[in-house]
């Protein structure tokens, strides 16, 4: 094939003489690598939570994992449906990123801070017993006569 074929076969939106893989096969490929590093990160973190990116003029529709320290992972998805049934199946929530924006954990996980974790010393002391006095709810007809 001469170079004034393959011109105009690259305008009329022919593929060339080389074999190319078809955009079909590109798209599974993708999606299995994604898919795979998905999985991976879901699998490794805690408290992971799904947020779906909505599709851009730049991007594609994308899945934004966020891990309880703020790390996270963005990959591409076929769309809503299908993010959907991955959270499904990883038991994550999903929230829609343009209606609930993102965590704090997320920018702070950007900036570099890294937020103290809490440690049991931390906390205040658990009432026991002892210590609660709870009086018994009185109902409407128990009330005191005097008071009304």
Same mark, same amino acid.
């Given at each position: #094939?001469?170079?004034?074929?393959? !011109?105009?076969?690259? *305008? ?18 993708? @999606? ?8 991976? *990160? ?9 947020? +779906?990116?909505?599709?851009?003029? #730049?991007?594609?529709?994308?899945? +934004? ?11 591409? !998805?076929?769309?809503?449906d299908a993010a959907?049934? +991955?959270?499904?199946?990883?038991? !994550? ?9 993102y965590p704090r954990?997320?920018? @702070? ?20 017993? %002892? %210590? !609660?006095?709870? @009086? ?13």
């Amino acid at each position: #094939m001469n170079p004034w074929q393959r !011109v105009r076969r690259w *305008f009329q939106g022919g593929a060339s003489s080389r074999r190319e893989p078809s955009l079909a096969e590109s798209e599974r490929t993708t @999606d299995r690598a994604a898919r795979d590093a998905l999985d991976a *990160f879901v699998t490794s973190r805690h408290g992971v939570e799904a947020y +779906l990116e909505p599709r851009t003029a #730049m991007y594609s529709t994308t899945l +934004l994992l966020i891990a309880d320290d703020g790390e996270y992972l963005r990959r591409p !998805v076929r769309g809503a449906d299908a993010a959907r049934s +991955l959270c499904r199946q990883w038991n !994550v929530p999903l929230y829609d990123a343009a209606k609930v924006g993102y965590p704090r954990r997320l920018h @702070d996980y950007v900036r570099g801070h890294r937020r103290a974790p809490v440690r049991l010393e931390d906390l205040p002391p658990w009432p026991s017993d %002892d %210590d !609660v006095t709870l @009086d018994p709810p009185t109902s409407p007809d128990e009330q005191d006569p005097d008071n009304e």
